[in-house]
């Protein structure tokens, strides 16, 4: 993870939340107070989020010190310490909530990526995620399926060409002449993933030789029966009607990545709690 763009983020998110002060803390306790802030699981999952508490307490308060009980793609069960902090308690209180928020998102990610993946197990599958993320959050979402043990998609539209029905649509339904089109002015780094529904929209996508072939909506008994055309060079991908429940299928008809969407768009956020202690003479 960019520790740079991490602090830019967490920096932003707290002159969203503190404004010029917080009114609560500020005007209830000493400057110079101290405590402890203890970060604990109240549900089992995968733990996501390290360099966020690390950071995000830095970035308020350099004096902060912050000590980790686990760090990411431990498994952590209900009453589990995850962190514990000392320092300046209107510090703590100023971090809590932004940082707390960012680990039960990134840890529910992981959880969810985790229990697929190991559905996955004895399989050439992999998972992957999609452009589907919070916006403002991407790297953090992406990051927690790779700890989860996923693997990333594009990351934007900058980084590798997708063509999907409406640009083909454009190309007058034409996937060879959308694929010659942006490869005549593409970099030699750029990749290029083609979607398709039809039979002959895969045969059209292999004789243009495309880097990527994504099976979209395609049916695991249709994709066993179609991947046998598309030659090793190609790397295959399915998405879209792709759960839980049917998710081996799909790796079991042959296919080499499954992207799912839900994954970081539908994710529920992993228990998590923060609670300050006071140190008194």
């Given at each position: 993870m960019n520790t740079i763009k991490l602090r830019s983020m967490l920096e932003q998110f707290y002159i969203e939340d503190i404004g010029d002060q917080d009114v609560s803390s500020d005007f209830l306790f000493p400057a110079d107070m101290t405590g402890q802030l203890e970060i604990k699981a109240k549900e089992a999952g995968i733990f996501c989020g390290m360099q966020v508490i690390q950071e995000g307490l830095r970035v308020i308060d350099p004096?902060?010190?912050?000590?980790?009980?686990?760090?990411?793609?431990?498994?952590?069960?209900?009453?589990?310490?995850?962190?514990?902090a000392s320092g300046s308690v209107r510090s703590l209180l100023k971090s809590e909530r932004v940082i707390l928020n960012l680990i039960q998102r990134m840890s529910a990610i992981a959880t969810a990526t985790d229990a697929v993946v190991r559905q996955l197990e004895g399989t050439a599958a992999r998972v992957c995620d999609t452009r589907k993320t919070m916006p403002g959050l991407r790297m953090l979402d992406k990051y927690a399926v790779r700890v989860g043990g996923g693997v990333n998609h594009r990351y934007g539209l900058y980084d590798a060409v997708m063509l999907k029905d409406n640009h083909i649509a454009f190309a007058r339904g034409s996937i060879s002449k959308a694929v010659q089109t942006v490869r005549s002015v593409l970099g030699h780094t750029i990749k290029i993933e083609v979607e398709i529904e039809t039979l002959d929209q895969l045969k059209e996508a292999i004789n243009a030789k495309a880097d990527i072939i994504m099976f979209d909506n395609c049916t695991p008994e249709t994709i066993k029966e179609w991947i046998e055309l598309v030659p090793d060079s190609i790397v295959t991908e399915a998405s879209g009607n792709i759960t839980g429940d049917n998710i081996r299928s799909y790796a079991e008809a042959g296919i080499d990545m499954i992207s799912l969407g839900y994954l970081t768009h539908s994710v529920k956020a992993l228990d998590l709690s923060a609670n300050v202690s006071f140190i008194t003479d």
């Open positions: 004096s902060i010190i912050v000590n980790m009980a686990v760090k990411d793609g431990d498994a952590i069960s209900k009453g589990d310490s995850v962190a514990i």
